[in-house]
């Protein structure tokens, strides 16, 4: 197996890029975190330090290992020049194909040859992504859960093309975060949101055809499924408008009307009620 990449782009400085950049940089690994401004790069290096500052309350960490950690972390404003000295990239930019498709081609352009291309798409096609560079067999998907420092689990996604020693490096990256990685074939939604968001879908279709209320619908599925939260908070935390892309990505991947998007869903998104992130979802936020 190759040699473990010590230094790692992480592209994406919102929720899923600083978490991503916070969990490589907790364990050891120098991080580049990229965004398309200064603004945004710093504003996510906020967020690591107000996240940090949380595991400090907790007491998780010490000052002293927070000081490392943001040590370890690099803005990096030029992505070439940070694509040149990467192990890794990971990208975890807006969940949009053509956005991806332009990222990875001038990744593929810029990085050493034996750098390993990974997306932590939620739904699109590793294969797909892969196709737009002259290495496939580096490509994979590398799908983090939200909030990623906490979060256990990581998809690791093989692409047709994807070799079995980028496979095993990027396992035993996810181990040295103390994450469990589960091997997932590339299909549309991959495990988790294939299964989680048309649930999602379903409790949206519940409330437009006033089946019960917003409150009902999460305690009947907390109380009576014995999960954590109920579906519809957890569709604001995700993001309507990221949940209504992985339906879409279901519908026309798979071909199936179940996975038809609720026109209630298509309603909010359309109106900017995004959840959490708008303030207003199936229920109301603070203004972040």
């Known amino acids: 197996m190759a040699e473990t990449p010590s230094k790692v782009l992480v592209i994406g400085a919102g929720t899923m890029g600083t978490g991503v950049a916070h969990s490589f940089a907790q364990y050891g690994f120098d991080v580049m975190l990229h965004d398309v401004t200064p603004t945004l790069i710093d504003k996510g290096i906020k967020a690591i330090t107000g996240n940090l500052d949380r595991q400090i309350k907790k007491a998780t960490i010490s000052e002293d290992a927070k000081r490392s950690i943001l040590a370890r972390i690099t803005p990096a404003e030029q992505l070439p020049q940070a694509a040149k000295m990467a192990g890794i990239v990971i990208e975890a930019a807006s969940e949009n194909s053509k956005i991806k498709a332009d990222i990875f081609k001038a990744l593929d352009a810029s990085c050493e040859p034996t750098t390993i291309l990974a997306t932590n798409t939620s739904s699109i096609s590793i294969t797909e992504i892969a196709a737009v560079t002259k290495r496939p067999d580096k490509v994979i998907g590398m799908h983090f859960m939200n909030?990623?420092?906490?979060?256990?689990?990581?998809?690791?996604?093989r692409g047709l093309a994807t070799s079995e020693e980028t496979f095993?490096?990027?396992?035993?990256?996810?181990?040295?975060l103390e994450k469990v990685p589960v091997a997932v074939n590339d299909y549309p939604g991959f495990v988790s949101n294939r299964v989680l968001i048309p649930m999602i879908n379903?409790?949206?279709?519940?409330?437009?055809?006033g089946?019960?209320?917003t409150e009902s619908i999460d305690?009947?599925?907390?109380l009576g499924m014995n999960h954590p939260m109920g579906p519809l908070t957890l569709a604001?935390?995700?993001?309507?408008?990221?949940?209504?892309?992985?339906?879409?990505?279901?519908?026309s991947g798979l071909g199936d009307s179940k996975y038809r998007p609720c026109p209630l869903l298509t309603?909010?998104?359309?109106?900017?009620?995004?959840?959490?992130?708008?303030?207003?979802?199936?229920?109301?936020?603070?203004?972040?």
């Open 147 to 157: 909030p990623v420092p906490m979060m256990k689990l990581v998809e690791v996604i």
């Open 168 to 176: 095993a490096v990027v396992k035993a990256l996810a181990e040295k």
């Open 202 to 209: 379903e409790a949206i279709f519940c409330v437009m055809e």
């Open 211 to 213: 089946v019960a209320t």
């Open 219 to 222: 305690t009947v599925m907390k």
């Open 236 to 251: 604001d935390f995700i993001g309507l408008d990221v949940c209504l892309s992985i339906m879409n990505v279901l519908h």
């Open 267 to 288: 309603k909010m998104v359309a109106a900017g009620h995004l959840g959490r992130k708008s303030g207003q979802g199936f229920y109301t936020y603070p203004r972040l």
